[in-house]
């Protein structure tokens, strides 16, 4: 059992990695989306919301934590992302978003393909994340402590 619970952590770690390099150059230049990183945002996300939902049924509370940390962390970039297109202009976002942007919104990126609005993308983003998020907190208080 252990071993199962190291293997789906190192895969949630290792998914997360290889989806950001993936999909970092398309997030941060102009560079337009493929079917690549399409497909790298749909295995991200199928991934990540696998490891969670497994993390819960194995009651690993300690990973459950940490995904419950990293689901909040992607909710406040994706409220962020809205933020940027509704309020702000992109030129004139302010410095201390970017490291949010780029560390949990450029796996993400491979969701514009299907959607030609930036705000529509940046919804999707902060509805799955507050999903994800609430599971975790909810699973969290009905498990026992670790």
């Known amino acids: 059992m252990e071993n199962k619970r190291i293997l789906l952590t190192i895969l949630s770690v290792a998914t997360y990695i290889i989806c950001l390099v993936l999909n970092i150059a398309v997030f941060i230049s102009e560079i337009p989306i493929t079917m690549k990183n399409v497909i790298v945002t749909l295995i991200y996300i199928i991934v990540l919301i696998l490891a969670t939902i497994l993390e819960i049924i194995i009651k690993n509370r300690k990973i459950v934590k940490y995904l419950s940390m990293f689901w909040f962390a992607t909710l ?9 297109n509704t309020i702000n202009t992109v030129g004139l976002t302010p410095h201390w978003m970017t490291p949010f942007m780029v560390l949990f919104i450029s796996p993400w990126c ?3 393909y299907f959607v030609n609005s930036n705000i529509l993308n940046a919804i999707i983003i902060t509805l799955i994340s507050l999903i994800m998020f609430i599971i975790t907190v909810i699973s969290l208080k009905h498990t026992k402590s670790a």
Do not use: H
């Not at 406040?76 to 940027?84: A, D, E, M, N, Q």
């Open 76 to 84: 406040f970039s994706g409220v962020l992302l809205v933020y940027i």
């Open 110 to 112: 491979g969701l514009e």
